[in-house]
């Protein structure tokens, strides 16, 4: 055993990838089926109590890396980056049963989590996993998928081609309140590469090729609300 946790290593289609993709897909199984026969306000519970552990895990996550990281700044942690606003979405879809909301949280915040999965940043590949940065950042993303997928698995949300509008307007939102507070961050010193949901400076294959054509903060994202729009109308013809 000892061998195995020096050796075991996480990088994406490995069998430790396909370990914690497995283990996301069981637990969003057994949610769904504990969910089945309970009414309608046990199952929003249910889903609250799901957002709740996932917000739980992700501060302890994030705080923990103070411990793993040199780099650690406890202003580069705030909840504004994707999944994290996802996260706090859920929580408030869950309490309001706002539609609106719950379709941004199965399409966007599905695709958010499906994408950290995927393409990890750079600190989060070829992790140890049965490391603390393994069992927080996947553990945490395949939980954010399992919250936001239950609101369809559990018949509280019928995905709708009408609300696939909501993608991209909350895109938009959440990206302009995230590039204000960028802005702030860097013109106060408190995190001088504060870049949340990328709206300073690209941070992946996808969005430098954007950048490229478009290089102004911000606005280089305006075809994102379009091609997240899209992707929902897809998904949700799926579904």
């Known amino acids: 055993m000892g061998d ?3 050796e075991a290593r996480i990088s994406v289609f490995n069998r430790w990838w396909w370990f914690y993709v497995i283990l996301t897909a069981a637990v969003l199984l057994l949610v769904t089926v504990s969910g089945k026969n309970l009414n309608e306000d046990s199952r929003y519970r249910l889903v609250l109590i799901l957002s709740i552990i996932e917000l739980v895990i992700l501060r302890i996550y994030k705080f923990s890396l103070k411990n793993i990281r040199a780099d650690y700044n406890y202003f580069n942690e705030l909840p504004c980056y994707l999944c994290n606003q996802a996260t706090l979405l859920c929580i408030i879809a869950a309490i309001t049963r706002n539609v609106s909301i719950m379709a941004y949280c199965v399409s966007i915040g599905t695709r958010g989590a499906i994408l950290a999965f995927v393409m990890p940043d750079s600190y989060n590949r070829n992790q140890l996993v049965f490391s603390r940065q393994a069992y927080g950042f996947y ?3 395949g939980l954010l998928i399992v919250t936001c997928l239950s ?3 559990l018949n509280l949300y019928v995905p709708a081609l009408k609300d696939c ?4 307007i909350y895109t938009i939102v959440l990206a302009v309140i995230a590039h204000i507070i960028n ?4 013109k106060t010193g408190l995190n001088p590469k504060s870049n949340y949901v990328f709206t300073m400076y690209p941070d992946n294959i996808v969005m430098q090729t954007l950048y490229d054509r478009f290089p102004v903060r911000l606005l280089y994202m305006l075809p994102i609300p379009v091609v997240f729009t899209v992707y929902a109308r897809l998904l ?3 579904l």
């Open 4 to 6: 195995i946790r020096k």
């Open 139 to 141: 553990g945490y993303h």
């Open 151 to 153: 609101f369809y698995t």
């Open 165 to 168: 509008i909501w993608a991209g």
């Open 183 to 186: 802005i702030i961050m860097v």
């Open 236 to 238: 949700f013809r799926i």
